[in-house]
Every structure is written in C-alpha cells, then in structure tokens.
C-alpha cells in the first residue's frame, strides 16, 4: 500500500493550494482518509479527516478554510486549503486507515504518505 502526497509548494499568505494524495494497493473507498501536518520544531497535529460515509471533521484552526474531499473511483483525497497563513506552514501527510466503515475521533491510523511541504510566507 501506497499514499503519495503530492500539491505542496510556496504560497503568500491569503493564497491557496490544494493537496492531493493517490493511493494505490488497495482500494480505500470504505476507509476513514486524512490529513496531518508537523510544523518545525513541533509535534504532528490532525488536520482532517474523511469517514467512508463523506462525513468532514476539522481541527479548530482550518475549519472554514480547508475543506477536505475524496474521489473513491480513483482512490484520491484531497486538501482544498484557501486563506493561508504563515502558521499553516508544515509538512502535510495523507493517511489511511485499514479499518472498513469505521470512524472514531482521535483513532489510528494505519497508512502514511511521505509528505508534502507547504510554505506560506508573509
């Protein structure tokens, strides 16, 4: 299984960007898919989150900006990310999880991408 993350870039402040993730070696259309970001010097953080059923959940920061969607005929989700500010500058990271139909907040999750730099300057 594959996540390969991809979209990332440099972007002033109040520009967009919009990540996408393939994923490959199994289909996920029945899995709960999301986005994280690590900032320097800080811990990775939950971003958000897809369930199979559509359902969005946000962290508190990007609700309103980011929007989250998934294309299951060819395994894609993406990450619609509008207004950036300079805090939203990390490494983001797709992931997957392995359950089916199965959602629950702050679960695992089991698949990862190698990570896509965005960058927004002031």
């Known amino acids: 299984v594959q996540l390969q993350a991809s979209g990332g870039g440099l972007v002033q402040a109040g520009g967009s960007l919009m990540l996408s993730c393939a994923a490959s070696?199994?289909?996920?259309?029945?899995?709960?898919m999301a986005w994280f970001r690590q900032a320097p010097g800080k811990e990775r953080e939950f971003v958000a989150a897809i369930t199979h059923t559509t359902r969005t959940t946000y962290t508190d920061s990007v609700r309103g900006r980011f929007t989250i969607s998934r294309d299951n005929a060819n395994n894609m989700v993406y990450l619609q990310m509008n207004s950036l500010k300079e805090e939203d500058t990390a490494i983001y990271y797709c992931?997957?999880?392995?359950?089916?139909?199965?959602?629950?907040?702050?679960?695992?999750?089991?698949?990862w991408g190698q990570g896509t730099q965005v960058t927004v300057s002031s």
């Open positions: 992931a997957a999880s392995a359950r089916q139909n199965y959602y629950a907040y702050n679960m695992n999750f089991d698949y």
């Open positions: 070696g199994r289909t996920f259309s029945s899995s709960a």
